[in-house]
């Protein structure tokens, strides 16, 4: 069955009206904070304290909580044992705690994989669905949960199915009527069911007349719609086949197994494990210098014999990036073909992802242009157009946030500022504690709602980490900028608890569930909090969903909290993978044959849509897939083969071109393509509307910055997560940002080390400080091997002048070019034009000159320079530069290059001029530098006033004149 679709009836700025999407829940506070039950608003409602912010203890006025279809109000549906725990709602088996609909006391459909589920009075609905079904408009595949088995007890009819315990990635649910109880350990990736019954048989009823194809006595093999299946009852006692009703006498014994088998002839070894009851689960992570490490462990309890260990059916993300043994079995399911490991579990190994909190400032874009997009956004009337609930609120917030770094780039200080005290200024509002612009905690379920609530975010507890990875985003950037904003102490302990009310690491922790917004066996997040749906659970966008784990990331490196950073680092990167195999099909192996589509919009438990909830435009079905485009948006260029593919599919479902969410498309397009990007923004930036989260002025920084930086190199990691490398034809950028109050060194896997000055972000291009009054104590860093020094080749002349080697070269005052930074930034005087034209042609330069440098050309490679330029008020001027090379040092320029000129604004304040610039002439070629002379002209090629050249500027200062020659 196709889960219903919501209708849009407004305009376009309401993306989503009715969607079921994942809830979750918060983080840390004093022991005693959450206490009180959230319910309708009284005078006793109290604000409890969390720095200098805080939480509400009941609801606003006139708003829900978690109810069911008809609005009335719920608890979870457990049994008394696990009455007060932290219930993991937007989960694969939410349905079975959250009753969504009053005349379904049991469950919907569960998709465990590679067993489908479902409640019933009777006991446990047993499917194993293995073709697919189609929509006729091949927009949808679903492995729709099919009845083979009922599992249960004898006589069983119980009122209703409630949850009696779960694990990492299993769940327990219990039937019980006057006279059975009957319970069920089911889970991801176990193809055993595992039973326990009193007060009856063991029964499995089949959906159809079963063929026995094994009869052992307490051992039976069956098959049952094309699927095979092995019934373990106790030794001792014998299965009893009676048309469709298949039981076993348990005597003293309580238990029995269900176990769906590839095929008959795997019976021996299923039945080796039958009896090893899988009693736990638990997932841990480890990141280290670039590579996240995760263990999946399952705990067995033998309840016969000693044999222990288990089973355990794979997903395609998990076998592909684990090096542990497999057998050859298989199974299908809505992912892909699911690979068996046989043992106690297994570990797998990804490198982590990249992520930036921005772009490095090195593209050619007008930046005064750029200066009024981003003022324009900073000075409307309304900076968070009409905003009020917390998931608008939140893309209010990141749009402005995206800003801040821009600004600070361009030196606007004020804007800058301004851009941060609005969202301070909104997240303390939020953070206060009081009034109807609120979060409340509820006791019963555990979560922290936010009021005003949109798309089921309280009814329903959809979306909580959409919605808070926009607010911890956020309060990242201001972290960055400030960090004594960010303290625990005054309003960054409530940011930690819209973190923990999502993904809640501490087990210890019983405020919260364990992770409710992620689900780690399947490796992505779930949206809905019910779940309650014939597809499962569902979650759209994903991108959104690593929002907020990028959002983890950079909120726990600026404020030095290793643990909330390491924690996103793990989810980033699981999801990442996960949603390349699942939402992207990048190995073309997940859809199923006839699914029309290689991009799902949305995936569900039983399969995937090329859809929203919303709209069916292509546009919006990959853009909300993409979105928001940040820094955190790096995993993304993984596999620039599937953007590629996936924007082929995108333009040719929308009449070959890009319409709806074009910034988007083209954002993702810099991803793989940059040049293609710039050339659609340049011909089409006059004539869109940004998406509603989005900005020109960000659109334009991300794409002119990829033109120049390139694209993502991701089997090049580092020792400090915010680190990126990027590769444009021969050119290597390696680009990392340090949170800390203290300088340190980058360590890259291909070999290469960055000096990173505190609190800035640095490649080869240079340094910018743009940490603000941010930054934590500097980590101790892991230790790396120091390299060995090549040998410098011995002087053969002008022993006056060490002979150099070198590709980067820093101007200092006075006309010199050294591998070091300087030791203090200075201007130096860049004569004026006098009112002529001197485009191409030397005047009066200033002149920095090296000479006895060695060095062998690279191949492909080419002159770069950054030139911080500042020509104050005057208007009209540009400066121009020369690039000489004498590759022998006889007196004689072997190659002598010539850069368009750059015009500066007429606005105080470092302007970059780079080599983007391009070429006005060329003449000779270059070689290999033997005793070689480099130098560099800057001189005035239009204007009446002089400019002012920085020179000499240390690493910390940033923004560092520099040479960078293809040689190495």
Do not use: C
Request: glycine letters at 12%; a negative charge; zero cysteines.
């Amino acid at each position: 069955m196709k889960p219903p679709r919501a209708r849009r009836t407004g305009p376009r700025s309401p993306r989503r009206l009715v969607r079921p999407a994942a809830a979750l829940s918060a983080i840390a506070l004093t022991a005693a904070a959450l206490t009180a039950t959230v319910g309708a608003s009284t005078a006793s409602a109290a604000t409890i304290k969390v720095g200098l912010g805080g939480y509400t203890d009941t609801r606003p006025a006139g708003t829900i909580g978690p109810s069911n279809s008809d609005g009335a109000p719920l608890t979870p549906k457990v049994t008394a044992r696990m009455a007060g725990q932290a219930v993991p709602t937007n989960d694969w088996w939410s349905s079975l705690v959250f009753q969504r609909y009053a005349g379904n006391p049991y469950s919907e459909n569960l998709y465990a994989h590679p067993f489908t589920f479902k409640a019933a009075a009777a006991g446990l609905e047993v499917g194993y669905p293995t073709n697919p079904t189609i929509t006729p408009d091949g927009r949808q595949y679903d492995f729709t949960h099919t009845k083979d088995l009922t599992v249960g007890v004898a006589g069983l009819n119980a009122p209703d199915t409630k949850a009696d315990g779960w694990t990492d990635w299993t769940v327990t649910p219990k039937w019980a009527d006057a006279s059975h109880t009957f319970s069920a350990t089911i889970g991801h990736g176990l193809p055993y069911v595992y039973a326990h019954a009193t007060g009856g048989a063991a029964q499995v009823t089949a959906s159809g007349t079963p063929t026995v194809f094994a009869n052992e006595g307490n051992v039976l093999g069956i098959t049952v719609g094309g699927h095979h299946y092995g019934l373990f009852a106790p030794t001792g006692t014998s299965w009893n086949v009676n048309g469709t009703v298949l039981s076993a006498a348990l005597g003293a014994k309580d238990y029995y197994s269900v176990a769906v088998l590839p095929s008959p002839s795997d019976l021996a070894l299923f039945r080796t494990y039958a009896y090893s009851f899988v009693t736990d689960t638990k997932v841990a992570w480890n990141y280290d210098a670039g590579s996240v490490t995760t263990s999946y462990t399952a705990t067995t309890t033998a309840q016969e014999g000693s044999q222990t260990g288990t089973l355990l059916a794979l997903y395609p993300h998990q076998w592909k990036a684990s090096s542990d043994p497999l057998t050859a079995l298989t199974y299908t399911s809505p992912r892909g073909q699911m690979k068996v490991r046989q043992g106690s579990g297994f570990s797998t190994v990804m490198k982590a992802d990249a992520i930036l909190p921005s772009l490095p400032d090195v593209g050619a874009q007008d930046r005064a242009a750029l200066g009024a997009m981003v003022r324009e956004v900073a000075n409307a009337s309304d900076p968070f157009v009409g905003a009020s609930d917390t998931y608008w609120t939140g893309k209010a917030l990141a749009r402005l946030g995206q800003l801040v770094p821009i600004a600070d780039q361009l030196g606007d200080t004020a804007t800058r500022d301004k851009l941060l005290g609005l969202m301070k200024g909104r997240l303390q509002t939020w953070f206060a504690g009081t009034g109807s612009t609120v979060f409340a905690y509820d006791t019963v379920w555990k979560t922290l709602i936010g009021y005003p609530a949109s798309y089921g975010s309280d009814g329903e507890l959809n979306d909580h980490h959409f919605h808070y990875g926009y607010y911890i985003q956020a309060a990242a950037t201001v972290a960055r900028y400030d960090a004594a904003w960010a303290a625990d102490s005054a309003w960054g302990g409530m940011v930690k608890l819209l973190a923990k009310d999502a993904a809640n690491a501490d087990r210890a922790d019983t405020r919260f569930p364990w992770l409710r917004s992620f689900d780690p066996y399947a490796g992505h997040g779930w949206a809905a909090g019910h779940a309650a749906f014939a597809a499962g659970n569902n979650e759209e966008s994903s991108s959104e969903s690593l929002n907020f784990s990028a959002g983890l990331i950079l909120y726990g490196s600026a404020t030095g909290d290793t643990a909330l950073r390491d924690l996103g680092i793990y989810l980033y990167t699981t999801e990442s993978r996960a949603v390349e195999q699942y939402w992207f099909n990048a190995d073309q192996s997940a859809f199923p044959a006839g699914f029309g589509h290689q991009t799902a919009g949305m995936v569900w438990g039983s399969g995937a849509a090329y859809s929203t909830w919303w709209t069916a435009s292509p546009g919006m079905i990959h853009g909300i897939n993409y979105l928001p485009i940040t820094g955190g948006s790096l995993y993304l260029a993984r596999r620039q083969d599937d953007i590629k593919a996936n924007l082929t599919e995108l333009k040719a479902n929308n009449g070959g071109v890009f319409t709806d969410w074009r910034d988007l498309a083209w954002e993702f397009q810099a991803l793989a393509d940059p040049v293609a990007a710039k050339a659609n923004w340049d011909a089409g930036k006059d004539g869109y509307t940004p998406e509603e989260g989005e900005s020109k002025a960000h659109t334009y920084h991300w794409i002119y910055n990829l033109a120049t930086l390139g694209t993502l190199d991701p089997a090049t990691t580092s020792d400090q997560p915010t680190s990126a490398v990027f590769v444009n034809g021969g050119t290597r950028t390696h680009v990392a940002h340090n949170y800390s109050t203290a300088a340190r060194a980058v360590h890259f896997s291909d070999g290469y080390t960055l000096n990173v000055p505190a609190r800035s972000t640095a490649s080869e291009r240079g340094s910018f400080q743009d940490g603000g009054s941010g930054g934590v104590p500097s980590p101790s860093p892991s230790p790396s091997p120091s390299p060995t020094p090549s040998p410098s080749p011995s002087p053969t002349s002008s022993p006056s002048v060490p002979p150099t080697s070198g590709s980067t070269f820093y101007l200092q005052p006075g006309g010199g070019l050294t591998t070091a930074y300087g030791t203090g930034a200075a201007g130096s005087t860049i004569v004026s034009a006098g009112g002529t034209n001197h485009d191409g042609t030397p005047y009066l330069p200033t002149v920095y000159e090296l000479r006895n440098v060695n060095g062998t050309l690279r191949a492909g490679a080419a002159t770069e320079f950054d030139l911080y330029l500042d020509a104050g008020t005057a208007v009209g001027l540009g400066q121009q530069v020369r690039i000489s090379y004498d590759l022998t040092g006889d007196g004689s320029f072997d190659r002598v290059e010539t850069y368009r000129y750059f015009a500066t604004d007429p606005v105080v304040g470092w302007e970059r001029y780079s080599a983007t610039a391009g070429l006005a002439s060329a003449t000779g070629s270059l070689g290999n530098l033997a005793n070689g002379t480099v130098r560099v002209e800057v001189w005035s090629a239009i204007g009446n006033a002089p400019a002012q050249l920085r020179t000499g500027a240390t690493q910390a200062q940033g923004s560092a004149s520099v040479l960078r020659i293809p040689f190495s």
